[in-house]
């Protein structure tokens, strides 16, 4: 499947083609590639050789990395956070909230995932309506190469999208 069109962002040893380009391959366990050279399973130590600490860009926290950005999407440009949880990757997330968040740059984020996966193997809406304002939850979720990748795309107060990464590792992966 082709990945959108979008421009390169140079990050520390490492160049990523925008749109949540994440490398994924190889089996559902320990050893799956996440995103770029990341893999469930690495230490925390193997992580931050990979993304040195480095002011404004890679920020080294005591249970994650955050790379700011390393992709763009339309007009978004999220950071990703990997998780290190336990010392070492479980997971690797990428997103905005904010309330000032263009509605198009969810609308982008949510194109680039299906030109990426295609369509959602599964996908459900939930609309809600706290305190009388309209609230719309879309979680979409593909199952690619023994990773789960899971958008979230909030529409209403809260408007924003996140997508995570992780091994399937045997979990349901209905929602």
């Known amino acids: 499947m ?3 069109a979008l421009r390169n962002v140079q990050v520390p040893g490492l160049i990523v083609a925008g749109a949540v380009l994440l490398a994924i391959a190889s089996p559902a366990t320990a050893g799956a590639v996440l995103w770029g050279k990341v893999e469930v399973g690495m230490t925390a130590d ?37 998780n290190l949880t ?32 295609g369509k959602p193997d599964i996908e459900n809406v ?21 990773v789960v990748i899971e958008m979230i795309k909030d529409e209403g107060a809260n408007e924003g999208w996140s997508v995570s990464y992780r091994a399937v590792n045997g979990e349901k992966t209905g929602l």
């Open 2 to 4: 082709a990945a959108p």
């Open 46 to 82: 193997q992580v931050r050789a990979l993304y040195p600490a480095q002011e404004g860009t890679v920020k080294h926290g005591r249970d994650d990395v955050t790379i700011k950005g390393a992709v763009q999407i339309g007009r978004c440009h999220p950071s990703v956070h990997i």
């Open 86 to 117: 336990g010392g070492v990757v479980r997971e690797i997330t990428t997103g905005m909230h904010d309330r000032g968040i263009l509605p198009a740059c969810v609308e982008d984020a949510y194109r680039a995932m299906i030109e990426r996966y």
């Open 126 to 146: 939930e609309k809600t309506a706290p305190f009388g304002i309209d609230h719309n939850k879309t979680i979409s979720r593909w199952i690619k190469d023994g």
